[in-house]
């Protein structure tokens, strides 16, 4: 202990020489006091004094390790890898605290999401053609130019992705999607460049993976032998994933089934997850080869130096999760994106409309300064529950002093009346009339209560006493008309058994030619049927008259269609004939 405190007096001395004779003092005072026997406290500073100051040397003895943070290990490990692969390009250099620390790159923000329901047409240039140095209205004037006329620049919205090297247009027309996808070559600055052109799923679409399926099966066959028990979805496309035994299905619809049937046998759906794309040309991540912007440049694809020596020696290292392996091998534990989780909606909150009256000030304050927590709406008119409630003596007042003595009514009412808590023994509910004026005890109390006018029965209504004398007047009609038909049917077989036995005799004889010296008459069978017809025109109408009066007389059919309005009248039994009615 002696030796390892002379030895950090020491270094003290070293570091701090104003301070010399001080810590001799200190250390001297410390020896002093470790001499003593049974002196704790001295052991203790001795040991803190061992391990409050460690080296280099002793980060790692004994099993000991500091800790250190991720971004402390991470350039650690880019030194390593700068000293061991020998890499001196500029992107490559590892920082030190002597040079100045660049600034990061200032984070753009995300842009809009396109229209759900649009088509999305995809433009993937081949090698050479760099669209980040390209001008979004260059590449909207080519593809219009392209289309021959067929498309314009206000029916579609186009938008550029410089790190996957493609554009995308989106367009809510059919005709236009279909034109778009015919395009093979785009013209930008005087150039032809070879494109490739496809519509994508549309928003909604799920994406799932099955396996062991024979390769180079046609899209047609597969979607022929799936079948799925999910509901609400639809299979929209099916295809082979290249030379592989696995197949990609794209279903129509919110739930991705979890199992599907291929032949008849049951295979797992797995959710399908993009790769992330490499290029092998130019070494960089986020882009394919067939559309690498810079297919020239030279980079090794082992290691990934740039401008490499010939016949170097490099270890394999990804660049996507920096392994020890190529780039995009199936070990990676990278190689697959993540599956994009949508955001969660946040519930939406029931909605509590206003009460219809407050039944203080407070309370009405406490609403518009939402202050006030639950709250229930008073309702406008009271049930019969809550009345036979208060008169029968249970609890359920609503009025805070209304009490049950005659002298709070009078206080709180002076013009109601003190009424008993229960029914006379002598009134049998039975036969007790529930429309009675009769005021509840509720009411009574109630000073801001004010009593309905009682309304009137279905036979006391105006309405009801026009229609029943109309009923009566149009019965007398129908009587008169069947007593003129009658009589005229009458006439009308006099008139038949009259002219019968004359008819055969006035032809044979010559006498009957003076006749014709005498006006003409208009037969009276001719006018009878026409009378008969009249009469008959006239029963029918009486009796479609009938018809709509006996509806209205029916007190089932309320007077008026608003269920709020003050003239509805209760439900009665039904009265089949005016006549047995009883109106006075």
Not at 54 to 79: N, V
Not at 296 to 304: F, I, N
Not at 330 to 342: A, E, G, H, T, Y
Not at 421 to 442: E, I, L, M, W
Request: charged residues 25%; positive net charge; proline residues 10%.
């Amino acid at each position: 202990m002696d030796s390892t405190g002379e030895s950090q007096t020491a270094s003290v001395r070293q570091s701090e020489p104003g301070l010399g004779e001080e810590v001799m003092d200190f250390a001297a005072q410390n020896r002093d006091e470790a001499a003593l026997p049974g002196n704790c406290n001295a052991a203790s500073t001795h040991a803190a004094a061992d391990f409050s100051a460690p080296t280099e040397t002793d980060r790692t003895e004994e099993g000991w390790q500091i800790s250190q943070s991720l971004r402390a290990k991470k350039k650690q490990a880019k030194e390593r890898k700068f000293q061991q692969g020998g890499d001196f390009s500029a992107g490559s250099r590892p920082t030190t605290d002597n040079q100045p620390k660049r600034r990061g790159r200032p984070t753009r923000r995300r842009p809009p999401a396109l229209p759900k329901d649009d088509l999305k047409v995809v433009f993937r240039p081949h090698q050479g053609l760099p669209l980040k140095n390209v001008t979004t209205q260059a590449i909207s004037d080519a593809i219009v130019e392209a289309c021959q006329g067929k498309v314009r620049w206000d029916q579609f919205i186009l938008r550029i992705r410089p790190g996957s090297n493609i554009a995308l247009a989106s367009t809510p027309d059919t005709t236009v999607a279909m034109a778009m996808r015919g395009v093979t070559s785009l013209n930008i600055n005087g150039r032809p460049h070879p494109v490739n052109v496809y519509v994508t799923a549309g928003e909604g679409t799920k994406k799932g993976v099955i396996h062991g399926i024979e390769p180079h099966t046609p899209s047609e066959t597969i979607k022929a032998s799936i079948r799925f028990r999910t509901q609400s979805v639809t299979l929209v496309d099916a295809r082979m994933l290249g030379d592989s035994q696995s197949a990609v299905l794209t279903f129509f619809g919110d739930i991705l089934p979890r199992y599907v049937y291929y032949r008849g046998g049951e295979k797992e759906c797995i959710p399908f997850r993009n790769t992330v794309q490499f290029c092998r040309a130019c070494g960089a991540v986020g882009h394919r080869t067939d559309v690498c912007p810079q297919p020239d440049s030279p980079v090794c694809h082992t290691c990934g130096m740039r401008n490499p020596e010939v016949n170097h020696n490099c270890t394999p290292t990804c660049a996507i999760c920096t392994g020890n392996h190529i780039t995009g091998d199936r070990s990676c534990l990278k190689r697959l994106k993540p599956i994009r989780k949508q955001a969660a909606k946040p519930p939406k909150k029931p909605h509590k409309p206003a009460p219809r009256w407050f039944q203080s000030e407070e309370e009405e304050s406490e609403w518009e300064y939402g202050r006030g927590g639950t709250r229930k709406s008073r309702s406008r008119t009271r049930t019969p529950s809550k009345n036979r409630a208060v008169e029968t003596g249970q609890p359920g007042q609503r009025h805070p002093k209304s009490t049950s003595t005659p002298r709070a009514i009078s206080q709180d009412n002076p013009n109601a009346q003190a009424l008993p808590r229960s029914k006379p023994p002598g009134v049998c509910p039975a036969h007790s009339n529930p429309q009675a004026d009769a005021v509840s005890y509720a009411q009574a109390v109630s000073p801001t209560t004010k009593h309905k006018p009682v309304t009137p029965t279905i036979t006391e209504h105006p309405e009801y006493k026009r229609v029943v004398a109309e009923n009566r007047q149009h019965r007398t009609e129908l009587q008169e008309v069947k007593s003129r038909m009658a009589r005229l049917e009458s006439l009308l077989n006099q008139s038949s058994n009259t002219q019968s036995p004359a008819s055969t005799p006035v032809v044979s004889q010559p006498v009957a030619q003076p006749v014709a010296t005498q006006p003409p008459q208009t037969p009276p069978i001719a006018f009878l049927v026409q009378q008969i017809q009249l009469v008959f025109a006239k029963l029918g109408q009486m009796e479609r008259t009938i018809s709509d009066l006996s509806q209205a007389q029916n007190p089932r059919k309320r007077s008026c269609q608003s269920p709020g309005a003050p003239t509805r009248q209760p439900k009665e039994s039904g009265i089949t004939d005016s006549e047995n009615t009883n109106h006075g």
